[in-house]
């Protein structure tokens, strides 16, 4: 089953940092884009972070100085270092790949179950 499976989410202080990752299954074969969203409670899904093919990156301006995004093609992952957490960055974060050829076809937009992230203050 074709699958991007999160990690790396949980409790942390306000100024403290957590990584998350995201892997795609064995059943994935390559990925165009991939990206970070979060969803506070109450709200709708945002855009943190994403880094597309070519290896341009872009980060949503709340984060920017603080988050880095990185990718890795050969082990299909992808990871957010999230530094100087704020509580607004409370929120489930949720992995996404856009344009993702699978052994099975081609999928548009595939997204991982989700990790939640808490940052208390």
């Known amino acids: 089953q074709e699958k991007l499976v999160e990690s790396g989410g949980g409790l942390v202080q306000s100024g403290g940092s957590l990584r998350l990752s995201c892997v795609a299954s064995?059943?994935?074969?390559?990925?165009?884009?991939m990206g970070w969203y979060s969803q506070a409670p109450g709200k709708q899904r945002e855009l943190v972070a994403r880094?597309?093919?070519?290896?341009?990156?872009e980060y949503a301006d709340s984060v920017k100085g603080r988050f880095t995004i990185s990718r890795d093609n050969a082990k299909k992952e992808l990871d957010l270092q999230m530094n100087s957490l704020k509580p607004d960055d409370t929120g489930v974060y949720y992995c996404?790949?856009?344009?993702?050829?699978?052994?099975?076809?081609?999928?548009?937009?595939?997204w991982g179950q989700g990790t939640l992230v808490t940052v208390s203050s």
């Open positions: 996404n790949a856009e344009g993702v050829l699978t052994s099975r076809g081609w999928h548009d937009e595939l």
């Open positions: 064995n059943g994935i074969i390559g990925i165009n884009h």
């Open positions: 880094v597309t093919s070519t290896g341009r990156i």
